[in-house]
């Protein structure tokens, strides 16, 4: 069996996507990526945002190629009635619906939770917001910086005598996004193998951020502890840290489970660290930071990175170079894990994209179009519906499409 003709493990699947940009979209997309029949709904006058943010070609971002790639694109304008009904008939056999809109916004359309619902008792329901759909917040407009920063994320990132500074990447629209996913998977199990009923999943993007903030609470609430920024350092697990090479390269080095920290104390030339009974196991190291990262510090610093890399994974030592865009597509590791796949664009210029995530052994996920042109399929699953041509024409007449 072919790549290609591999089942997907989603096929049958079927989603509906309102929204626009990251959260909601992204969640859509991994779907698609296993295999579910996406059906993205987007605004007649000019679609998804995402289509023209940031590099473009010829007029459409290479974001929107990567991110809505296995999307059926149909153009609806929500705002017409008539566009409405169309949904309401999309989502009669539709398995899940992903949207992330303000709240209030598909209830004031008639498309919220309970109307659709009624239509469709089975449905699964993806709800991303900035801040849930209850609650003294809800009614804010929510982006991933907020919530990032509402999250605890942005406080703690950055170095302590500089203002908080973001992650490069729209990392709580992500996490979102990824949250939305486990539970629509929850949620269709527990209707398909349990008995149970469909059911709306409220995924907050603050909450998104939150979940993953590790021991952040627990350490206030037991000790009255706020956990500062710390630069590249990460506090209170040492060693593990970012360190400078002789050619100014930067390596970053992890050595602080407690044989890794043996192994790199002697590889770096300190068997006195490395038998040192303060520093066996974490807690004593923590007290003793500046001592250890100062003696990887020196020993870096005499060496050049190829050289540290050398030495450190020849002595069992998790590290790493900080790799650039242009490092990670030249990467042989990248490629024998076809995490760097192509497609070539209308005009037949190919593009490096993603590849995609999770590797499944039997099922893997797999691109089989790139991110459609707006209203690419309009006219495809509207005849599912019984709209013929004609009737399709005098939709686009009145502005519904």
Same mark, same amino acid.
């Given at each position: ?11 049958? %699947?079927? +989603?509906?996507?309102? $929204?626009?940009?990251?959260? #909601? !979209? @992204? ?8 295999? /579910? ?86 449905? %699964?329901? +993806?709800?991303?917001? $900035?801040?849930?759909?209850? #609650? !003294? @917040? ?8 907020? /919530? ?254």
């Amino acid at each position: 069996m072919t790549e290609a003709s591999k089942p997907l493990p989603l096929q049958g %699947v079927k +989603v509906i996507e309102l $929204g626009a940009l990251i959260a #909601g !979209p @992204y969640a859509a997309a991994v779907l698609a990526q296993f295999g /579910a029949e996406v059906i993205k709904i987007e605004s007649p006058d000019g679609g998804d945002p995402l289509r023209t943010w940031r590099k473009l070609h010829d007029g459409t971002s290479l974001w929107w190629y990567s991110q809505s790639r296995n999307k059926k694109s149909v153009t609806l304008n929500l705002k017409h009635p008539r566009a409405r009904e169309i949904v309401r008939a999309l989502v009669k056999d539709a398995d899940i619906v992903v949207e992330n809109f303000r709240p209030g916004t598909l209830e004031s359309w008639g498309l919220g939770w309970d109307d659709l619902s009624t239509i469709n008792p089975s449905l %699964v329901m +993806v709800r991303v917001s $900035g801040y849930g759909q209850t #609650g !003294p @917040y809800k009614d804010r407009p929510g982006f991933a910086a907020i /919530a990032e920063s509402i999250g605890g994320l942005r406080y703690v990132t950055g170095y302590p005598d500089r203002p908080p500074v973001r992650v490069g990447v729209s990392l709580g629209d992500t996490l979102a996004s990824l949250y939305g996913v486990i539970g629509a998977l929850l949620a269709l199990h527990h209707h398909k193998v349990n008995g149970g009923k469909g059911q709306f999943i409220d995924v907050a993007l603050y909450e998104a951020v939150f979940g993953v903030m590790e021991s952040l609470i627990p350490e206030f609430s037991g000790f009255g502890h706020i956990r500062e920024r710390t630069g590249a350092a990460l506090p209170g697990i040492v060693p593990s840290n970012t360190y400078l090479c002789r050619d100014d390269a930067y390596v970053i080095i992890a050595g602080n489970a407690d044989g890794i920290y043996k192994r790199l104390m002697h590889a770096i030339g300190r068997a006195d660290l490395a038998d040192d009974p303060r520093l066996a196991r974490n807690d004593g190291r923590a007290q003793h930071t500046e001592l250890i990262d100062g003696a990887i510090s020196a020993w870096t610093r005499t060496h050049d990175l190829h050289e540290v890399l050398a030495t450190l994974e020849k002595a069992e030592v998790p590290c790493g170079p900080i790799y650039t865009a242009a490092d990670i597509h030249a990467d042989p590791h990248y490629r024998a894990r076809a995490m760097i796949e192509s497609a070539p664009l209308a005009d037949g210029r190919m593009i490096d994209f993603p590849g995609i995530v999770p590797k499944l052994s039997e099922t893997p996920g797999r691109t089989q179009w790139l991110g459609p042109r707006l209203g690419e399929h309009t006219a495809e699953v509207l005849a599912s519906l019984g709209i013929e041509p004609a009737a399709l024409d005098d939709l686009r007449a009145q502005g519904v499409v």
